[in-house]
């Protein structure tokens, strides 16, 4: 994961889902980019398809996740939902 969102020519789009939950959250997209150049991935689940829970923290040091969906052979990443991590996780 590190390697793809850190490759300058990947894209990274987000859901409209994700998207929402960015403004909800107040949480920067490149706050969520630059984590996922940098993440622990926590989970990785097949269900439509496949999909990574990536983990880090914001500028601030605030925890952030994602789940994501890594297209490698296209170079791209689709965030699907973002969140920010309950002290105490």
Not at 42 to 54: D, F, N, Y
Not at 66 to 84: M, P, Q, S, Y
């Amino acid at each position: 994961m590190r390697a793809l969102a850190s490759n300058q020519r990947t894209r990274i789009r987000y859901t409209k889902h994700a998207e929402d939950q960015l403004i909800e959250r107040d949480i920067a997209k490149i706050d969520i980019e630059n984590m996922l150049r940098r993440c622990r991935v926590t989970l990785v689940e097949q269900k439509q398809e496949l999909t990574w829970r990536a983990e880090g923290t914001d500028i601030d040091g605030r925890k952030i996740a994602a789940v994501v969906v890594a297209e490698e052979d296209v170079l791209k990443v689709k965030v699907v939902t973002v969140w920010a991590v309950k002290k105490g996780r």
